[in-house]
Nanobody, 122 residues
């Protein structure tokens, strides 16, 4: 079993940047496919980005391609979401998840963090 803790959220102006961290404990995060999802008020949880367990491939939603990047530091057992050129529509609670076999589907992930709020002001 792996425990996930997100951090790095906050309030930022449109056009700004944030880096979210997902610190894992219990087992190496490199054992798992890991993804970032987000959920805005009144909306369903949606896929943002994922990294395959080997680290050899990453996947991103069309809405964040070219702006967000997922990465992993095995030594720190941490996955990151680097967010640039933020827009007000990026405002949401961001969740880290691990263990998914289908990268894009939240229901396929086994382990979840508690989420971190990102608010982008216009």
């Amino acid at each position: 079993q792996v425990q996930l803790v997100e951090s790095g959220g906050g309030l930022v102006q449109a056009g700004g940047s944030l880096r979210l961290s997902c610190a894992a404990s219990g087992r190496p995060i490199s054992n798992y496919n890991t993804g970032w999802f987000r959920q805005a008020p009144g909306k369903e949880r949606e896929f943002v980005a994922a990294i395959i367990w080997s680290g050899s491939r990453t996947y991103s939603a069309d809405s964040v391609k070219g702006r967000f990047t997922i990465s992993r530091d095995n030594a720190k057992n941490t996955v990151y979401l680097h967010m640039n050129t933020l827009k007000p529509e990026d405002t949401a609670v961001y969740y880290c998840a691990a263990g998914g076999s289908d990268f894009y589907s939240a229901t396929n992930y086994v382990y979840w963090g508690q989420g971190t709020q990102v608010t982008v002001s216009s």
